[in-house]
């Protein structure tokens, strides 16, 4: 894949995922203090969960790295059914059926579990651009500076979704 691709690819996914918690009102990512995971099962056992889906999002980003990150030899068709499959891969852990939900209204989500939800997303993003970055040269090492401007440009990107959810009036469709 080409730099300027995955650059583009990077912030087209940032762009989408950025907003992704404020525009939705499932969860996206198992939080113990969420009912919405298990309703009516003790605390130990949303926990369990919860710490279940956070191996499996740690395991995929491994994976990123593993398939994209050292595929060096790889051609470019190759490496784009990787990315894609790593993607769909993702999308179903983030709209994972263990929640017990159906075709039904969510509960609000709090304002802490929607920044949570952007900020485990903004990692996932970032371990994408570090794995484009070590499969296209050398990978750079970063500062905190890098990280904590990125992280301020990922929020920006969110920006548009919080005002949809906090700050226009949702008035009941009649």
Excluded: D
């Excluded at 999308?91 to 802490?112: C, D, M, T």
């Amino acid at each position: 894949m080409a730099q300027t691709q995955a650059v583009w690819l990077l912030i087209g996914l940032a762009l989408l995922s950025a907003g992704l918690p404020f525009w939705l009102q499932r969860p996206l990512v198992c939080m113990p203090w969420s009912h919405a995971i298990a309703p009516g099962r003790p605390a130990w056992q949303r926990v369990f969960v919860s710490v279940l889906h956070w191996a499996v999002l740690a395991l995929w980003a491994w994976m990123a790295m593993a398939w994209i990150g050292h595929s060096l030899a790889a051609s470019s068709l190759a490496l784009a059914a990787r990315i894609l499959l790593l993607l769909l891969i993702l999308a179903g852990l983030l709209l994972w059926p263990g929640y017990q939900w159906q075709w039904r209204a969510h509960p609000a989500k709090s304002f802490v579990s929607r920044l949570l939800e952007t900020i485990v997303l903004y990692c996932l993003v970032g371990v994408l651009g570090v794995a484009f970055e070590t499969q296209l040269g050398n990978p750079f090492p970063q500062g905190w500076e890098f990280y904590a401007i990125t992280l301020c440009l990922y929020l920006v990107l969110a920006f548009p979704g919080f005002v949809y959810r906090y700050l226009l009036r949702h008035r009941p469709r009649a």
